[in-house]
Nanobody, 114 residues
């Protein structure tokens, strides 16, 4: 499975960004797509994921600000990020999980200025 992510950039605090990640290759119907991030000096952490069932999961600090969605025809996952904070600054990685295997995108940098 290959992942192509896009949508990062520089934004002021309170602003919005939308990330996209398209998956291609051998994709089965049961899978989970989502986003992780790694901030400066921090470990990679889960941001949001959504299974093929449509059930989302969010990290506590982004609840109410970020929304994950999927286009199952295009095998694409989106992350709408609103009310961005400087602490959201990180490299965001797209993740695709199926049958015990994890696949990662190349990472896209999100920088939130104060």
């Amino acid at each position: 499975v290959q992942l192509q992510a896009s949508g990062g950039g520089l934004v002021q605090a309170g602003g919005s960004l939308r990330l996209s990640c398209a998956a291609s290759g051998t994709i089965f119907s049961i899978n989970v797509m989502g986003w992780y991030r790694q901030g400066p000096g921090k470990q990679r952490e889960l941001v949001a994921t959504m299974a093929n069932t449509g059930i989302p999961r969010y990290e506590n600090s982004v609840k109410g600000r970020f929304t994950i969605s999927r286009d199952y025809v295009k095998n694409t996952v989106y992350l709408q990020m609103n009310s961005l904070k400087p602490e959201d600054t990180a490299i965001y990685y797209c993740n695709f999980h199926q049958w015990g295997d994890d696949y990662w995108g190349q990472g896209t940098l999100v920088t939130v200025s104060s």
